[in-house]
């Protein structure tokens, strides 16, 4: 995969990246809790053709900070300064072809659902950007995904030089934690939805 193209799949996904000048409340979440690994999918869940790294613990990015899009405002945002804990893993498939992402967090009383009113702001800020020439879009594909677990969104990158990119997010609230997970396009609704329902599960 070329490296502009691996580069635009990682702001797509929300991940390797933070934003500069984070104000007092968003640092304040330094100092988080540990989340649960238990929470987050195994390789197994994926498929018998991937490999987990470990789970890393801390408070990663927040999955849809969009610093590329000219209308995303991390101010507007203000949920994800109420994280309490967070966990995360990345997933590479043996062929080295895109890697998958999961993170659960958990958030403050009554903050994971105002972040899922934040993250439906971003997707309609953001619903479409131009980066270094290529055009990232998302769209949601099923506002109640799971009979209304969560959310199913589509995010694709569009370069008239190289194939088009997709990729899939399963966002998912039980009580105070949200769960996020990110696929490639394997061509299979299917196996989104067995993943998504794996996920679920994990949750408890």
């Given amino acids: 995969m ?19 000048g984070a104000g007092p409340d968003e640092r304040r979440t330094a100092n988080a809790e540990r989340g649960d690994p238990g929470m987050l999918l195994g390789a197994g869940d994926l498929g018998s053709d ?18 590329n899009c000219p209308d995303y405002r991390s101010g507007d945002y203000p949920a994800k300064s109420h994280r309490r804990a967070a966990v995360e893993r990345y997933y590479r498939p043996f062929d080295g072809s895109s890697p998958a992402h999961h993170v659960v967090e958990t958030y403050e009383p009554g903050w994971a659902e105002r972040n899922v009113d ?4 971003v997707l309609l800020r953001c619903a479409s950007y131009l980066v270094l020439g290529s055009q990232v879009s998302f769209d949601v594909v099923d506002p109640h ?12 990158i569009e370069h008239a030089d190289i194939p088009n990119t997709v990729t899939y997010f399963v966002m998912l609230r039980r009580g105070e934690t949200v769960s996020t997970v990110s696929l490639p396009d394997s061509g299979s609704q299917a196996a989104v939805d067995l993943i998504a329902a794996k996920a679920v599960a994990r949750l408890g």
């Fill in 50 to 67: 991937w490999r987990a790294d470990d789970a890393r613990t801390g408070m990663p990015p927040w999955p849809w900070e969009q610093g």
């Fill in 118 to 121: 934040d993250v439906r702001r």
């Fill in 145 to 156: 995904y799971l009979n209304g677990a969560g959310m199913l969104i589509r995010g694709r």
């Fill in 2 to 20: 070329p490296a502009v193209l691996w580069a635009l799949v990682m702001m797509a996904a929300g991940c390797h990246r933070s934003e500069a």
